[in-house]
């Protein structure tokens, strides 16, 4: 499979621990997105890089969010001192120079904060 | 990047055309107009997009007016795995740009 893959699938913690998702986007894509959704709502943008630099970040992604994209491949977003609100569906979408116009997402990684 | 304007929900019978329509009175010249698609618990898909010219593909064709005001999307043949929510965005292409999805279209296909 050549798609964007997030993992894990599910996340369920506790209020205050640290939580880690990944994302490995589609191999030739030198630009990678993280999204957020809530029920009911469309994906709000969070942060995106261009290879490993971190080109723009939302208001959204407060001081608790980071986000990595160490060699230009893979990703990660890591949630601190999570907090009930943090639940969501975290999706990661990348895209290539020229090519494809469209942006590829992966499924997503459903967080929820008990 | 402009708003857009779309019905919350639709319905469609099984087999016929779905015509999702999308305002976006503010779009600027090298704004394109995109349709991505998400079904329940998935990330949202590429379906189609255009400039000013209509558009088809494999999944959908794309009518945009004149004045680039408005577009609909159009599903020739609804199916019962066409039930998702359908987001308009307007966007410059640049690789570099985000997507800012507004709340979409839950387009219900029934049988």
């Known amino acids: 499979d050549t798609g964007v893959s997030q993992d894990p699938r599910h996340k369920i913690t506790k209020r205050g621990q640290n939580v880690t998702f990944r994302c490995d986007p589609i191999?030739?894509?030198?630009?990678l997105y993280w999204y957020r959704q809530t029920l009911g709502q469309g994906p709000e943008f969070l942060t995106y890089?261009?290879?490993?630099?971190?080109?723009?970040k939302s208001r959204l992604l407060s001081d608790r969010f980071s986000a990595e994209r160490p060699k230009g491949s893979f990703s990660t977003l890591e949630i601190q001192r999570t907090e009930q609100g943090d639940s969501a569906m975290y999706l990661c979408?990348?895209?290539?120079?020229?090519?494809?116009?469209?942006?590829?997402f992966g499924s997503g990684t459903r967080l929820t904060v008990v | 990047d402009a708003k857009t304007t779309q019905p919350t929900s639709m319905d469609c019978a099984e087999g016929r055309a779905a015509n999702l329509p999308c305002n976006h009175s503010?779009?600027?010249?090298?704004?394109?107009v995109y349709w991505y698609r998400q079904i329940h618990s998935q990330g949202p898909q590429y379906i189609i997009h255009?400039?000013?010219n209509n558009e088809t593909n494999e999944m959908a064709s794309l009518i945009i007016t004149e004045d680039r005001k408005s577009s609909t999307l159009i599903l020739p043949h609804a199916t019962l795995r066409d039930t998702a929510v359908y987001y308009c965005?307007?966007?410059?292409?640049?690789?570099?740009?985000?997507?800012?999805f507004g709340g979409g279209t839950r387009l219900m296909v029934k049988p």
């Open positions: 255009g400039l000013k």
């Open positions: 965005i307007v966007s410059q292409r640049n690789a570099g740009n985000m997507l800012t």
């Open positions: 503010t779009i600027s010249g090298n704004e394109y």
């Open positions: 191999s030739e894509h030198n630009r």
């Open positions: 890089f261009q290879n490993e630099a971190q080109l723009e």
């Open positions: 979408a990348s895209r290539g120079e020229g090519a494809l116009p469209g942006y590829t």
